[in-house]
């Protein structure tokens, strides 16, 4: 099982829907969790931290579920801006130091008019 | 605001050259980290710093090396290119120990 599972798309959404990507993590230990975006040919970008309790960024969702080991990210009212390759990302804080991320594929998203 | 800036953006090597890419941070971030993008693969760790003066192997840390010379500067040196390591390179910037991370705009490697 890899440690962080995503759907790789692409989701292709009419302009104004509501969109959800789930992203699944293997080890229990893990500890921060994070959204990232990258556009094609560009750097990843910090989308959202993902908070246990959830958190809202104007039209972004993120939520955690330990439990079940998933996060999730709501988009709501997509623009055609937000076509991009969403990253899952795990931290696990490991002894010696360091602070190893581990990326999902990523789940490319393309909103149409 | 500069961030973090990788040089050179692109370059192209024959096989058995040796290069070095240069990452430089002006958040003053204790952790720095070298990645390699493929695709369908995401990102990974090649190798990271927790400080000026250290550096660790991440996951795929074969074929490279780093220095960490200045708290500023992460160098990640190519001694013999192979064609394995046509990539792109992420160097990332973090400054404290469980948060994210900050990536510079990535060296396109093509290696003949």
């Known amino acids: 099982r890899k440690e962080v599972e995503q759907d790789p798309g692409p989701f292709n959404v009419p302009e104004g829907a509501t969109v959800a990507f789930n992203c699944t993590y293997s080890n229990s230990a893990s500890q921060s969790f994070f959204w990232y975006r990258q556009d094609c040919r560009k750097e990843p970008k910090l989308l959202m931290s993902?908070?246990?309790s959830g958190n809202e960024d104007g039209r972004f969702t993120a939520q955690l579920n330990r439990a079940s080991q998933y996060i999730s990210l709501l988009i709501r009212d997509s623009k055609l801006s937000d076509s991009a390759t969403y990253l899952c990302?795990?931290?696990?804080?490991?002894?010696?130091?360091?602070?190893?991320?581990?990326f999902g594929t990523g789940t490319q998203l393309k909103v149409e008019l | 605001n500069a961030g973090v800036t990788q040089t050179p953006k692109f370059r192209v090597l024959k096989t058995g050259q040796s290069m070095t890419l240069l990452c430089a941070q002006d958040m003053n971030h204790e952790y720095m980290y070298w990645y390699r993008q493929d695709p369908g693969m995401g990102l990974r760790l090649i190798h990271y710093s927790v400080g000026e003066g250290t550096t660790a192997k991440g996951e795929v840390p074969d074929g490279y090396n780093v220095s960490r010379l200045k708290k500023q500067n992460f160098l990640l040196g190519l001694e013999s290119a192979a064609p394995s390591q046509t990539s792109v390179y992420f160097c990332?910037?973090?400054?404290?120990?469980?948060?994210?991370?900050?990536f510079g705009d990535g060296t396109r490697l093509s290696i003949l």
């Open positions: 993902v908070y246990s």
């Open positions: 990332a910037s973090s400054d404290i120990r469980a948060g994210p991370q900050h």
């Open positions: 990302v795990v931290n696990i804080d490991r002894t010696g130091g360091g602070n190893k991320l581990t």
